[in-house]
């Protein structure tokens, strides 16, 4: 009689679990996974409806979190065999992922390495380990000058400067003092902790004939001559010609915001901030050249990849999904929706966009922008934040200071390459 | 429910104390003593968050005393003790001394002295951060420049900045110090004083004499509270430094920050896990070497 029973609830079990095998095949769920910024969510919300539109068989399931829970939340869920099937991460983070077994890589036929490299920017590189891509861009972000196009107006300049000795001049005839000497507003904003160590990193360094690591991003090299000129240039730009003063009112962007700044370097994804700020009147330039004509840019995204979690189905909805956030469109309503840049040339280069008087000089920067891969970004950042202090506060000399924040950044590559 | 039945009526007080303190003893169990036990274990581990824990054995600690930032913070964390617990004290206890013998518009004043505690500590933190600016915005290089005078650097020197992230600090929680001084000025018998009085006894005898030692108690409760305090001070120092946290230099940087620091920009939890215990085992000392010394005489 028992036996009888149990047999009856083994079927009944069964029964169920078939019925809902068979429902989710009529129509797959798959969950999304990104952290909460307003804008962002909004371009994703509408990029599922788009996608759900064009797949009736799929559905995803979008969750997000603030960011600072974000990386607990996946690294906790995944391996539990729950949350999420497609996950954004910070490029920054492939390597722990990888690693951690969180992600999977992406199906070579239908992500070919081949095309990717053709039709991706080179940027995305960053994003292949051994013969195949584990996560992909919708967009891109880089670096431009930001100027106050009333404080060209009143100095006298037409045009943005295009090269480094045109920008030192143009900021010498922006920045304003007091009678006692005190600065009122800078020439250029300056500010190692905001994005100048990506600026000196891989413009500057590049452009005086350098290369700012080697092996990978597994060995800093810049404590040679072309390192020092790039950090003697931007050191000059306070000790010698006193066009700027670091963390002037605080922060560079809000220096720029107030009016106190002439020029200022940053990402795409300021434009957002400073649309609205009144009375300003502001323009973008591409970043200044070097001496010898040397164009370049820094790039980071953020990316997509499928976890290890997702499987059978769920696994083809989410390669149909990435290959729909892959696509123009998706890069397009990105762009409209967040401002941040497209991660291809086909959606990015179009007429209207290469043309545009504010994403136009950022996305002419991704054609020769590259993406520093980090082992702990705030930790490498930190090193070149105290190396500018040692000198500024403590007055320890330009090379003696290079020096020592190579061997500390050194320090940490090694212990995170080598564990 | 015979068991129970069987039980002598002291027995069954003692099973309901149980039974009422299952709850707490849960609580502290799961949220507090759980996670200190495991950050012990986290401590002699390498961890990223992400994938499995391993162990490391003694790697964690050995790493974090060969590390000059480490004894840097160190000595921060104890120049905010050894400045900002005797200048509090010394502070309230002189504002809680005269206020008591105040009566004009007494409640006002105290409730003024009392604001800055309810105040938010970052939003306290970000005034004093613009207040301590150059010129042309902050407030107090402004005022020296219209004066003719040169500006100081408060945050972005290495020197000045520690004593400059204190201040407010201090600040905010001279109000709390001076109410707990007050009700302890207020508990001691007037019949000390009228009997002083009578002998005709100088005020500064008065006060040596009778009102600090009877305030022992308070003090003791006081020093050690805001001890525990400066030794985990971080939201004025992470608000005011944000760009360059504990910066400049480390000169800013207490051991909370290192932890916050190492954890979730380093994602370095074993590494992190280890500064907690030595944090722990601080807090501990120093309560414990102060209970001692206040306690009995």
């Known amino acids: 009689m028992k036996l009888h029973r149990l047999r009856t609830y083994i079927l009944g079990a069964a029964t169920a679990a078939l019925t809902a095998a068979a429902t989710s095949a009529s129509a797959v769920e798959i969950e999304y996974w990104q952290y909460f910024f307003d804008a962002r969510v909004k371009a994703m919300d509408q990029l599922i409806e788009n996608f759900e539109a064009a797949n009736p068989d799929i559905t995803v399931k979008m969750t997000h979190f603030p960011y600072d829970s974000y990386r607990t939340k996946v690294a906790a869920a995944i391996p539990a065999g729950q949350g999420p099937d497609v996950v954004q991460l910070f490029y920054g983070w492939l390597n722990d992922y990888v690693e951690a077994e969180l992600i999977q890589p992406l199906p070579a036929d239908t992500f070919p390495p081949e095309k990717i490299e053709e039709e991706f920017f080179p940027m995305v590189k960053a994003m292949r380990m051994g013969d195949s891509y584990w996560a992909l861009p919708t967009a891109v972000r880089s670096l431009a000058l930001f100027y106050n196009e009333r404080m060209f107006d009143e100095a006298g300049i037409e045009n943005p400067p295009t090269n480094l000795d045109e920008f030192v001049e143009a900021a010498k005839k922006l920045t304003k003092k007091d009678g006692a000497g005190n600065l009122t507003a800078v020439g250029i904003t300056t500010g190692m902790t905001a994005q100048d160590h990506h600026w000196i990193r891989e413009v500057l360094i590049r452009q005086f004939g350098g290369e700012p690591y080697l092996d990978d991003y597994k060995k800093v090299n810049y404590e040679n001559e072309a390192g020092l000129k790039a950090f003697g240039f931007y050191n000059d730009l306070q000790a010698k010609h006193g066009v700027t003063k670091a963390a002037f009112m605080d922060e560079p962007q809000a220096a720029f915001k107030a009016g106190r700044a002439g020029m200022h370097i940053d990402g795409s994804f300021r434009i957002g901030a400073l649309e609205n700020v009144r009375g300003l009147k502001w323009g973008v330039a591409e970043l200044p050249a070097g001496p010898d004509g040397t164009k370049s840019n820094y790039s980071s995204y953020w990316v997509n990849a499928i976890t290890s979690k997702a499987e059978g189905e769920k696994f083809d909805a989410a390669v149909k999904f990435m290959e729909y956030l892959t696509s123009d469109e998706a890069m397009q309503i990105w762009l409209e929706t967040v401002g941040e840049l497209p991660a291809k040339p086909s959606a990015a280069m179009t007429d209207e966009n290469v043309n545009h008087p504010v994403y136009g000089p950022f996305i002419k920067g991704l054609e020769y922008a590259k993406t520093t891969v980090f082992a702990n970004e705030s930790a490498q950042r930190q090193t070149m934040v105290d190396m500018m202090q040692r000198i500024e506060l403590q007055g320890q000399a330009l090379e003696e200071s290079v020096s020592q924040a190579a061997g500390e950044e050194q320090k940490i590559l090694d212990e995170y390459y080598n564990k | ?297």
Request: charged share 10%; glycine share 6%.
């Open chain 2, 1 to 297: 429910m015979r068991f129970y039945k069987n039980l002598s009526i002291p027995q069954k007080q003692i099973v309901w104390a149980w039974a009422f303190l299952a709850l707490p003893v849960l609580f502290y169990v799961v949220i507090r003593f759980y996670p200190t036990a495991n950050a012990f274990v986290l401590s002699f581990q390498e961890w990223n968050l992400l994938g499995d824990r391993k162990f490391v054995g003694l790697e964690n600690y050995a790493k974090l005393f060969s590390d000059p930032v480490f004894w840097k913070v160190f000595k921060n964390t104890f120049m905010y003790l050894i400045l900002g617990t005797p200048i509090s004290l010394v502070l309230s206890f002189i504002i809680a001394y005269h206020l008591d013998k105040v009566r004009f518009m007494h409640g006002t004043i105290r409730a003024l002295y009392f604001l800055p505690f309810m105040t938010s500590a970052v939003a306290m933190a970000w005034v004093w951060r613009w207040f301590y600016q150059p010129v042309p915005i902050g407030v107090f290089n402004n005022f020296l420049a219209s004066l003719g005078f040169a500006q100081i650097e408060f945050l972005s020197s290495t020197t000045n900045a520690l004593p400059s992230v204190l201040a407010p600090a201090v600040w905010a929680g001279l109000g709390f110090q001076v109410i707990i001084f007050m009700a302890g000025l207020r508990a001691i018998p007037q019949s000390y004083y009228e009997a002083a009085r009578i002998d005709g006894v100088s005020t500064w005898t008065v006060l040596t004499e009778i009102t600090i030692p009877l305030l022992k108690p308070t003090i003791v409760f006081l020093v050690v509270f805001s001890s525990i305090g400066f030794l985990r001070i971080f939201d004025q120092v992470f608000n005011m430094t944000t760009n360059n946290p504990g910066g400049p230099l480390n000169s800013t940087k207490p051991l909370v920050l290192l932890i916050y620091d190492t954890a979730f920009n380093g994602f370095n939890m074993g590494y992190a896990a280890a500064q907690t215990v030595v944090l722990f085992t601080i807090l501990l000392v120093v309560s414990l070497i102060q209970l001692r010394l206040l306690k009995d005489s």
